[in-house]
């Protein structure tokens, strides 16, 4: 367990953090563990029905939440700093006390059916999907969290007890506190309401992705008024010590109004409304990718002026002044992520259960300003020489251009 004090604040957060996610889960079970997250907010026996879970926290002015991702399922309260025995009790009970009815399971699988629909019905949300499924072709990470349409509709009540059973155990378990909390008293709490069971079942090993030796192009023709691109290639993993360099690469690249490819692309040349970068990291594996907005008359036009910033970044160092102000957006923006208790007991949880060590925000910082310009480039260098992969959503019949674009 992690626990950080913080006195000042009038709110506690409390984050149960397991290790697993939808990396774990094959084509058959695909999207259990997004499922498994829903039906955990359906009933338990003390608290029967979804109203009675919502209403213990939402009662006392609280919040309570929980999101999937690929390597890590997170259920998480923030109270008032008084009402925090009763965030741990509330997230313990759906965790462990559940009910997962059998009219649950099917009400929850038509739920989570329209939401499938619905991203695909979000051009700019699916062609993100789609450019995953480049980067990681027929592997696990490549697969949207929730699942498939089929494995949605064939998952059942028996397969859904059984994964729950194998992965909510306490050897796959991070829980972090953070706010205004005595930090016995709170580990007192915790080791009272534990009541998962003590023993792993199974590895959390999960098989790597498969070698990615050239490019690719993945078009998919929509009568949209705008055309919605994603391109990228792999990059590093959250243990590579390089991944600092890679942030402040994305940084310059992308995030923000003061970025290259906003004021290049969007503001000196005018060809796209909407164009930034992000990256996305695993335990063995990453990506630094680029999303496009864009009019589709103008679409090959930007995706050849990004590529020219990409190249860029390979071949000349970034200046002092533009690497110290990524070095100062990334620093105060981990600061800002910080100023809630939300914020905090999420750091602190990710970190131990992904990394198995917790830095502290100066060590932070201080890895994040040790990074040189020389870095920066020799990290776009090696990312950059990796085959280009890139999604399209549009009103295209063919994707020769495209393909020319990025060397496919």
């Known amino acids: 367990m992690v626990v950080e004090a913080m006195p000042e604040r009038q709110s506690a957060s409390v984050v149960l953090m397991f290790a697993g996610g939808s990396r774990l889960e094959d084509d058959r079970l695909a999207g259990v563990s997004h ?59 759906i965790v462990a006390n559940s009910k997962l009815d059998a009219a649950d399971v099917e009400r929850e699988r038509m739920v989570i059916l329209e939401e499938l629909r619905m ?63 005595d930090e016995a008293a709170t580990m007192s709490e915790v080791t009272r309401k534990l009541s998962l069971r003590p023993e792993a079942n199974g590895s959390l090993e999960a098989a790597p992705p498969p070698s990615l030796d050239s490019p690719h192009v993945l078009v998919r023709r929509r009568e949209t008024e705008q055309a919605h691109i994603c391109l990228g290639t792999r990059a590093v993993s959250y243990l590579d010590p390089d991944r600092y360099a890679l942030d402040l690469l994305n940084t310059v690249l992308g995030e923000g109004m003061s970025s290259r490819l906003f004021l290049n692309i969007r503001e000196r040349l005018g060809i796209a409304y909407d164009v930034h970068s992000f990256t996305q990291k695993h335990r063995d594996t990453g990506y630094l990718g680029v999303y496009i907005g864009v009019d589709p008359k103008k679409a090959v036009d930007a995706v050849n002026a990004v590529m020219a910033e990409l190249r860029g970044l390979t071949e000349n160092e970034v200046g002092a002044a533009e690497l110290a102000r990524a070095k100062e957006f990334t620093k105060g923006r981990l600061r800002l992520e910080l100023e809630t208790t939300n914020g905090v007991v999420f750091w602190l949880a990710y970190q131990e259960l992904l990394l198995g060590e917790i830095n502290t925000i100066e060590e932070e910082i201080a890895l994040v300003d040790a990074v040189t310009g020389a870095d920066v480039m020799r990290v776009a260098a090696e990312v950059f020489s990796r085959p280009m992969q890139m999604s399209v959503i549009g009103p295209f019949s063919r994707d020769s251009a495209f393909r020319l674009a990025i060397g496919a």
């Not at 209403?55 to 390597?71: C, P, R």
């Not at 925090?84 to 009790?89: A, R």
């Not at 789609?130 to 949207?144: K, N, S, T």
């Not at 349409?149 to 729950?164: F, H, K, M, N, T």
């Open 35 to 93: 499922f498994i997250e829903h039906l955990f907010f359906k009933g338990t026996k003390k608290r029967p029905t979804s109203k009675e879970i919502a209403d213990a926290i939402e009662g006392v002015g609280g919040f309570i939440n929980a999101s999937t991702d690929k390597e890590l399922t997170a259920y998480w309260a923030r109270v008032p700093a008084e009402h925090m025995n009763l965030g741990l009790d509330v997230l313990f009970d």
């Open 119 to 181: 991203y695909q019905d979000q051009p700019q949300d699916y062609v993100q999907n789609l450019f995953e499924e480049l980067i990681w072709p027929g592997h696990a990470l490549g697969r949207d969290i929730a699942g498939t349409e089929d494995s949605v509709s064939r998952l059942g009540r028996d397969d859904i007890l059984e994964y729950a059973d194998a992965h909510y155990r306490l050897p796959n378990l991070v829980i972090g506190a953070a706010g205004s909390l």
